[in-house]
């Protein structure tokens, strides 16, 4: 999976700009870690013969390992692996298996991947206990040996270039929706569609550049090519597993199994969850089946949503995902949520977390004293 | 990327002025010394960052002028608009109709509240005309009296107005033998309020500049024109479109944000040191050639010796070779001597920048033992020369670089202020005895902070 960064043009004008930043992945991951390089680097060990060497750079493992523990993969072997990849396939094995399983790895992929013609944001709305993103990380450390103390003042030292890292971002992402006004402005009525009535940056870039379609289609034609290859892989899936269980089930004292919450039955590791079946005869795997599958799965959510009362009473739309962005002016009620309703969530959330944040601070405090209490000669003096 | 100017006080404005001078004239000189796209891509990310294009066709800085008089902001407008290069806008400016003393307590307590409202919303203005702001760049004296306690209270109110924006303060220290009486007072002021709302405090020292003058430049009648026109030349150096080592292809478009994380993520450490070499009469420039391995030990030197300018380099100074000294005299050596960076930023302007090694700068031992030079040391670089130095090279240092001159204005300020001398003027308006202590507590901490590395 690849994707195509436009050459951007040496001078300043702001559409080139607009279109440098509508071409990167912008906004946040919805799983907190860039997937692709996860998924090249399984590759690239998997596919390695058995008997040749196998050099990786200790930054590419330190970045699976701290990958993997993000999403709660939970079995020590892995963390114990040393740190230049010349040991460990098989764990390796089993921790891709688990994210293919646990994460859904390439239907995320997929999605991440797909090609857009609109500009577009992410919106999460759904409630925080169902996010599917957060339900696997985790708090538990992993067992890793004993690390060499660190100088506090090294640690405050890397916070800081991190707050300042997000800082640059936020500006970054300020100018983007600058730029993004600007031309939804500018291009008000020129669209052929009258609901989404301007361009999106895309559409004024081809406008601009009309040779750039080919670079369009390109990508097109890529994304079809991995919708196929998805589709072919969905039909032999069920062999993996059977492979996976016949020459994984001497391994001993898989706590794999353990971890897994739901219950399974013991003649597979990871059985697809039960909510997508997906029919392994060729006719019937059909795009319009994964909608529906996907329909299914957001029906049963909002049932549950229903279920719980909830602090604010008004019934809302719940949308989660990526959604194209549209200048309207228009009253008429589209299939869509209205900016100042997504504010209005976010201001919530940002509300909540606040609070969060004081709470953990005050019981940091508290901890912070207790623990100067037991020091001879030490007083603590908190900001 | 643009960088919002904020010039506070008299000191602000008129070096202000001279910084947009010393862009301007660098940007429109023929001496550039690289191709024409090179030049062009220059001049493009310099005037993004400085300038807005007016439909008269001459750049308007982007820039707030703040003081309590009218006269030195009139000049400043006047002299700038003269130039026919650039101007300021006409309405971004605000002033009183008459001056109001010599006071640090007058201008944080009365004179900034009053205010506020106004100033805040040319600032605002200013910051909506950018399509991407990079952060503030605030210019002011710290020992003067309005202008460092109304600057003070503008950096804390940019502070609440902005809480992601970077904000970078740069601070003229006064000469040591200054003519106001209470300056070390309103040091010690200025400095602990900064501390808290600014990002760093990039520090010019008056008596360093003046000597730069006098013995590089040799003039014999200084006179504070030069002294500005000097600063202007340091800053630029280090403000002028560069490229960092991540991105070789595009100049930087967060310059504030590359150098606070380069030298300031530790909010205890904000006190940024400057050199720059070669420097040298305008009239000698023809005449002298550089090579970097030349310029790049020299800017070393002084580092680590602490030196202010490339003349009179103690060069016996050399940095603790590792597990060889007695810990007590170690640390003597250290205090006394040595320089201990915490973290450097190396900028290298002109022909054939490429083959610069900065190797040198790299070395272990230069720095504080918690920080290896892969985390402490950064290097911008662009083939385009500035100012017509044919190889220009700046240092801006995140070390020990002003220890000893903040320890010597707070010992200055506690003993003073052990016979309360001079109090009242302040606890008139508001500036308590409790303020000081607690300004002195925080600069005691910063201090020893910076003894300890």
Known sequence: ?383 | MSIVTVQLGQCGNQIGREVFNAICSDVHGTHGLCSKKENESYHDACKERFFIEAESGVPVARAVLVDMEPKVISQTLSIAAKSGYWKYDDHSHFCQKQGSGNNWANGYTVHGPRHKEVIMNLVQKEAEKCDRLGGFFTIMSMAGGTGSGLGAFVTQCLRDAFPSSFILNHVIWPYGTGEVIVQNYNSVLTLSHLYQSSDALLVHENDVIHKICAQLMHMKQISFKDVNQVIAHQLGSVFQPTYTAEDGLHYSRNPLGDLMETLVPHPEFKMLGLRNIPQMPENSLAYSTFSWPGLIKHLRQMLIANAKMEEGIDWQVQPPRPGSSIPSSHSTNKLLHFNTSIANLVILRGKDTHSADLGSFRDPSLYTSWLNPQDAFGAWKTPRAFNKYEKSASLVSNSQFLLKPLDNVVRKAWNMFASKAYVHQYTKYGIEEEDFLDSFTALEQVISSYTIL
């Open chain 1, 1 to 383: 999976t690849t994707h195509v960064l436009l050459p951007l043009q040496n001078s300043s004008s702001f559409f080139s700009r607009a279109y440098f930043y509508s071409s990167c992945w912008f906004f946040p991951s919805i799983c907190g870690l860039s997937l692709c390089p996860l998924v090249v680097f399984f590759i690239t060990v998997l596919t390695t013969l058995p008997g040749t060497e196998l050099r990786l750079p200790d930054t590419q493992i330190r970045f699976v390992k701290s990958a993997l523990w993000y999403h709660g993969y939970g079995r020590p072997e892995l963390y114990r692996l040393p740190s230049d990849g010349s040991a460990g396939s098989r764990e390796l094995l089993l921790a891709f298996s688990w994210l293919l399983h646990r994460i859904s790895l390439l239907e995320q992929l997929l999605a991440r991947n797909r090609v857009r013609t609109g500009d577009e944001t992410s919106v999460c709305m759904c409630e925080d206990d169902l996010s599917q993103s957060e339900k696997g990380t985790t708090e538990i450390a992993p067992e890793y040996g004993p690390e060499d103390r660190v100088d506090v003042r090294y640690l405050q030292w890397l916070s800081g270039r991190l707050r300042f890292q997000w800082r640059s971002l936020h500006a970054q992402h300020q100018e983007q929706c600058k730029l993004l006004h600007k031309i939804h402005l500018l291009t008000t009525g020129c669209h052929v569609d009258q609901i989404l009535g301007h361009f999106s940056v895309t559409e004024m870039d081809l406008i601009r550049q009309p040779e750039n379609y080919k670079q369009l289609v390109q990508l097109l034609e890529l994304e079809t090519m991995q919708l196929e290859a998805f589709l072919e892989w969905k039909q032999r899936e069920p062999v993996y597993w059977q492979w996976m269980v016949m020459t994984q089930m001497n391994f001993k004292g898989c706590s794999l199994l353990k971890s897994n919450k739901e219950n399974l039955p013991c003649s597979l590791f990871f059985p697809p969850p039960p909510s997508i079946q997906v029919k392994t005869r060729a006719e019937d795997l059909q795009k319009e089946d994964f909608a529906a599958t996907v329909r299914k799965i957001q029906e049963a959510v909002e049932l549950k949503l229903l279920d719980l009362s909830n602090l604010c009473a008004p019934k809302k739309n719940k949308m989660h995902g990526l959604c194209r962005l549209v200048r309207s002016v228009s009253k008429e009620p589209a299939p869509a949520v209205s900016a100042t309703e997504v504010i209005r969530e976010l201001q919530m959330r940002e509300a909540s977390l606040q609070r969060e944040l004081k709470q953990l601070r005050e019981e940091c405090r508290q901890r912070l004293d207790e623990i100067a209490e037991g020091l001879d000669g030490v007083i603590c003096i908190s900001p």
